[in-house]
């Protein structure tokens, strides 16, 4: 009978990054020390690729109070950087 872990077994000993949970709780890294077990009761998946920080392009018009959404193409005077991963702001640049 085939493990239920064989291609993550396989996968981890290809080089693959692999995470563990228990009981629906939080991913943690797999580090095995010299040996590894594969509980039956557990979770484990491949470790996915962090999400890159992305950019949102603003311009701030004297003439009106607002700050207004634009792309990248356009004349945009401000820039706000967010985490990838949580969505939260990092950092802001004055262009």
Not at 41 to 67: S, T, V
Request: aromatic fraction near 16%.
């Amino acid at each position: 009978m085939k493990n239920k872990h064989a291609d993550l077994i396989h996968a981890w000993a290809d080089g693959a990054e692999i995470q563990f949970r228990e009981y629906a709780g939080e991913w943690n890294d797999f580090q095995p020390n010299g040996y590894a077990c594969w509980h039956q009761d557990m979770e484990y998946r491949i470790k996915p690729e962090p999400k890159p920080d992305f950019r949102k392009y603003f311009a701030y018009h004297f003439d009106r109070p607002c700050i207004y959404p634009h792309s990248k193409n356009e004349i945009a005077n401000l820039a706000l950087i967010f985490d990838g991963e949580t969505g939260e702001l990092k950092n802001a640049e004055v262009i």
